[in-house]
């Protein structure tokens, strides 16, 4: 069994810092692509940044300059750095990550159970 948990999220004030983690656990072969995405009220959830097992990254026009991701493939774990929060990013972030465990065949895209960011104005 493969888990994502994630941690960090909290309350910041408009302009202030979050670092967000996350680490997948249980039987992992391997990890590809790893990524956040988020959720607000009433919204769909959006791809925030991704990045892949050699370090190519994505990110949303919304979060370009501002976030940065990051992975320890080591201690499979991802991470999002914001800086110069807005209250628009106010919402659930939610970790993914396409795993392949031990004794499956293929990579299945598994989610956290997400952590709340909120930002104020």
């Known amino acids: 069994q493969v888990q994502l948990v994630e941690s960090g999220g909290g309350l910041v004030q408009a302009g202030g810092s979050l670092r967000l983690s996350c680490v997948a656990s249980?039987?992992?072969?391997?990890?590809?692509?790893m990524g956040w995405y988020r959720q607000a009220p009433g919204k769909q959830r959006e791809m925030v940044a991704v990045i892949t097992s050699d370090g190519s990254t994505n990110y949303a026009d919304s979060v370009k300059g501002r976030f940065a991701i990051s992975r320890d493939n080591a201690m499979n774990m991802v991470y999002l750095q914001m800086n110069s929060l807005k209250p628009e990013d106010t919402a659930g972030y939610y970790c993914n990550g396409a795993i392949k465990a031990r004794f499956f065949s293929n990579y299945v895209n598994y989610w956290g159970q997400g952590t709340q960011v909120i930002v104020s104005s």
């Open positions: 249980g039987s992992i072969f391997s990890i590809n692509t």
